[in-house]
């Protein structure tokens, strides 16, 4: 949360009390929710302390050795919960104050707020898809043509590769003759 600038920042003096008291009369709910949000971030930094106090705490059993760091601790965690009850408070108020200010606001289905492309859509649509068409019908073409040419290969290497299996069955004969 920022603080307000000095009225004497290049202000005449009452200047910005005026601006201040309108302002804090019309805040608005997105500023509000980011408030609530800076709070609940507070709410769990502190919870988060509070339980690293609790952990490093011991129990009052008695010995009067460790009263003083005790009594230290247990001071400090009455602090932070006092602190937390304050955020708590402010949270509620804030949350007050969205409800109030969204009392008047209709409820907008969920579906409303995605949007999509409807079917009848207008010339503009129509052009965007005939270019998506062309483009897709000459991409089509481009893989027909790459897929003739990889057709055309397999078959070369068929080729290739029955002529080698026949000259090393004719070797093998050979070599088995010569023995």
């Known amino acids: 949360m920022s603080t307000p600038p000095l009225a004497g920042a290049g202000m005449p003096p009452g200047a910005f009390s005026g601006t201040q008291s309108q302002a804090a009369r019309e805040v608005n709910t997105a500023s509000l929710c980011r408030i609530g949000q800076e709070t609940v971030q507070d709410i769990v930094f502190r919870t988060m302390e509070i339980f690293q106090l609790l952990r490093n705490m011991q129990l009052p059993n008695g010995v009067t050795y460790h009263t ?5 601790r247990l001071g400090k965690l009455q602090e932070h919960l006092r602190q937390l009850s304050i955020l ?6 804030v949350y007050d104050k969205c409800n109030e200010n969204c009392a008047g606001l209709d409820p907008v289905p969920i579906e409303q ?4 492309v409807e079917e009848d859509g207008s010339k503009h649509d129509d052009r965007g898809a005939a270019s998506q068409l062309r483009f897709a019908s000459e991409e089509r073409r481009e893989i027909m043509e790459v897929n003739k040419k990889l057709k055309q290969k397999n078959q070369q290497l068929k080729q290739i590769m029955d002529q080698l299996r026949n000259l090393i069955w004719d070797i093998n004969a050979m070599l088995a003759m010569r023995n």
């Not at 707020?113 to 999509?116: D, M």
């Open 113 to 116: 707020l995605i949007p999509y």
């Open 88 to 93: 708590f408070r402010k949270l509620r108020l």
């Open 68 to 72: 003083a760091t005790y009594q230290d």
